[in-house]
Nanobody, 116 residues
Framework: QVQFVESGGGLVEVGGSLRLSCAASGLQFIRYNMGWYRRAPGKAREFLARIHRNGGNPYYENPIKGRFTISRDNTKNSIYLQMNNLKPEDTAVYYC?????????WGQGTQVTVSD
């Protein structure tokens, strides 16, 4: 059974930083491109960033480009999202999944709240 467990969220002030982690299990991790997603209050879940299975070719959507950095450690079956210069509009529940996502494998996510 594929499982993703996100952690590292919290309450942070505008301009602050957080580092999210995601541990994956139940899949051959190195075979998959991985992504970060988020769901803001009252909005649909949106795709944010992907990283190739070999750790290269990072891609970012415009709202986070230049502020967030995706990375992975294939020895730990984990991906990470370093978030800098956080803004109130970054407030959301953050999820990881494969890219494209496995729709039956969404985790609980980790809450990020940015206060101004």
């Amino acid at each position: 059974q594929v499982q993703f467990v996100e952690s590292g969220g919290g309450l942070v002030e505008v301009g602050g930083s957080l580092r999210l982690s995601c541990a994956a299990s139940g899949l051959q991790f190195i075979r998959y491109n991985m992504g970060w997603y988020r769901r803001a209050p009252g909005k649909a879940r949106e795709f944010l960033a992907r990283i190739h299975r070999n750790g290269g070719n990072p891609y970012y959507e415009n709202p986070i480009k230049g502020r967030f950095t995706i990375s992975r450690d294939n020895t730990k079956n984990s991906i990470y999202l370093q978030m800098n210069n956080l803004k109130p509009e970054d407030t959301a529940v953050y999820y990881c999944n494969t890219d494209p996502p496995q729709h039956n494998a969404w985790g609980q996510g980790t809450q990020v709240t940015v206060s101004d």
